[in-house]
């Protein structure tokens, strides 16, 4: 069993699009019409075939009120993997990405949390080689 598609609500797919991909290095992998909306998915440009993250749309009435309390509660809806939070955390600062929480040590690796624009936190994550 593996992972091969996970998905985060977006309030706007284009403006998920343009943000995942123009600012947070993600690569297009696939833009499918659906009525209004779109199967759009980004991947990491180390990976090519996927996973896949489906900046899904947050049109049901059950998305708001549960994204609300996660960010209320500074909850971050989904975790990525860096090198390096602290220089990620750099390049994104100079790109106006608004975090929530700056580079943490939690023992094992460095946390930061970040507001995605599209409605959710998200927190990155480097795990030190020892914790490995």
């Known amino acids: ?3 091969e598609l996970t998905s985060i609500f977006v309030d706007d797919q284009r403006a998920a699009l ?14 499918v019409p659906v009525g209004e909306d779109a199967w759009l998915t980004v991947v990491s440009p180390d990976a090519l075939d996927g996973p896949d993250l489906l900046l899904e749309p947050a049109g049901h009435p059950a998305v708001k009120p549960y994204r609300d309390a996660l960010v209320a509660d500074g909850i971050p809806l989904a975790q990525f993997a860096v090198d390096d939070v602290d220089a990620e955390y750099e390049r994104l600062t100079e790109a106006g990405v ?3 929480q700056q580079p943490t040590d939690i023992g ?25």
Request: glycine share 6%; aromatic share 12%.
């Open 98 to 100: 608004v975090f929530t």
């Open 1 to 3: 069993m593996r992972i």
């Open 18 to 31: 343009a943000f995942y991909t123009d600012v947070l290095g993600f690569v297009k992998h696939h833009d």
């Open 108 to 132: 094992v690796g460095t946390v930061a949390v970040f507001d995605d624009t599209c409605g959710n936190l998200i927190q990155m994550i480097s795990m030190k080689p020892e914790a490995q």
